[in-house]
């Protein structure tokens, strides 16, 4: 039997600005808030458990000290890879240099937070 990723939790200064963001990108619902502040959001009709993971935006003080460890990367569904960098940066992505070389087929961009993920070239079917 094997594992498969359920939650992905990212610490974040502002889970409600996170929530809003990664929900324009993904087209994710709330599913749910902890008493924390913590904001839980996943795919509409679905919620945890689904064959795409929960995003659990965690409140924290700290803010971030160096280069994340793991990132998400992400691929449009509906449109080609320009027009999806579009309309990223129009939810409030930002390009980021991590010290790509521009030959690259992905962009590197941040969410509100800074959180660097990167926009892949290929279209993938949306569930």
């Not at 460890?69 to 579009?86: C, F, Y």
Request: proline share 7%; charged share 25%.
């Amino acid at each position: 039997m094997a594992c498969r990723i359920s939650e992905l939790v990212v610490d974040c200064v502002d889970p409600e600005r996170l929530a809003v963001f990664w929900r324009g990108v993904l087209g994710y619902v709330e599913i749910d808030r902890e008493d924390d502040g913590s904001i839980h959001i996943g795919p509409p009709g679905i919620g945890f458990g689904g064959p795409q993971p929960t995003l659990v935006l965690s409140p924290s003080g700290d803010q971030r000290p160096r280069k994340l460890r793991l990132h998400i990367d992400v691929n449009a569904t509906d449109r080609d890879q320009d027009a999806e960098l579009e309309r990223l940066l129009a939810l409030g992505a930002r390009p980021a240099d991590v010290g790509q070389t521009g030959a690259e087929s992905w962009h590197v961009l941040a969410d509100p937070e800074g959180n660097e993920f990167c926009l892949l070239r290929a279209r993938l079917q949306s569930y």
